[in-house]
């Protein structure tokens, strides 16, 4: 049996400066990153590459996650351009933007994207467009059963 050494000499002897993540990572100054400006009205958005201009009315209008983004209640970072950036596909965005603004938006006629706007919709919590989007698809699955009992292929 070996030997340990205990109390607080080895505890001081095995202590380690184990760096904490903010202290490994880059701040964003360190990526030509800054704030959004407070008081603007505007907000550049880069959505997976796809490009957005809008207003911050827009964007905090109804309640959904860029609600939370751009009410104040979190930093939101530009990049040098000042464009804010959104790690999702740009797709079905400007579809998201619409209905921010409008209310309402023409959905798509394909079940394949519309379950994907749905899913943009469930990430954006964009309740009303979810609303739509499930309306829709139960519409589309009601046709394509009616079709199928009729013998009528659907394709």
Known sequence: MSAEASGPAAAQAL??????????????????????TPNSK?????VGG??????????????????????????VITDAGGWVLID???????TILNYLRDG????????RELGELLGEARYYLVQGLIEDCQLALQVFRS?????????????
């Open 42 to 46: 505007y907000v550049k958005l880069n």
């Open 88 to 94: 999702r596909s740009g797709r079905h965005f400007g």
């Open 50 to 75: 796809s490009l957005h201009y809008t207003t911050l009315r827009t964007l905090t209008g109804q309640d959904s996650v860029l609600n939370a983004m751009f009410s104040g209640r979190a930093e």
């Open 143 to 155: 046709r394509a059963n009616v079709l199928g009992r009729t013998g009528i292929s659907v394709g």
């Open 104 to 111: 309402s938006v023409p959905l798509p006629e394909s079940t």
């Open 15 to 36: 202590s380690l400066e184990v760096p904490k993540p903010s202290e490994l990572e880059p701040g964003p100054a360190a990526y030509g990153l800054k704030p959004l």
